[in-house]
């Protein structure tokens, strides 16, 4: 499956976010990348500001640009509110949730445990980073996983009552989906408006 492989923290860097998870550099240098990146810089266009906050959430959610436009063109599909339910259809993604668990510290490294095979969709094993869990699936640790060290040290003092659509079981090493998220319940700092906006142009 595709990825971004390129440089992380540039990426975090052009949006003053650590995006992809704790970021030493970030801390060092808050603005953005290049020769100019310390002075100030000529106001952004309309369309600017609408492209960096969709490249900001496919960034995000690690998602590539085809893929990205085909959840969104899904979500104006169906009825709601699009900007809401193009989330709600990310954070349903199966190495999102596995990130979200706290199985991974990070959604790049959930992606690699979904790929090796580490994690399982209601008892049977899912290698696919983008399958979409439904509510009430249950996602966890393959058996001979959970030994893991990585996995040990991602969900060692993980506060699994942070996101309420979520369900932890300590002893099975696996949590339901209860249902999809709310708007104010997902963390991430993306206007979502403004990427409806940027495809309705």
Known sequence: MARYTGPKSRIARRFGEPIFGADKV???RNFPPGQH???RRRKTSEYGIMLAEKQKARYTYGV???QFHLMFEKAARTSGITGEILLQN??????????RLGIAPTRAAA???VNHKHITVDGKVVGIASYSVAPGQIVG???RSK???VIEAALAGFNHSKYPWLEWDENS???KYLHKPERADIPENIKEQLIVEFYSK
Not at 90 to 99: F, G, K, P
């Open 141 to 143: 640790v393959r058996e």
């Open 37 to 39: 990146g310390n002075n």
């Open 64 to 66: 590539l640009e085809k």
């Open 26 to 28: 970030l801390s060092k």
């Open 90 to 99: 990310l954070e349903s993604r199966l190495d999102n949730i596995v990130y």
């Open 111 to 113: 992606r690699q445990l």
């Open 173 to 175: 090493k696996s949590g």
């Open 147 to 149: 030994s893991l060290e």
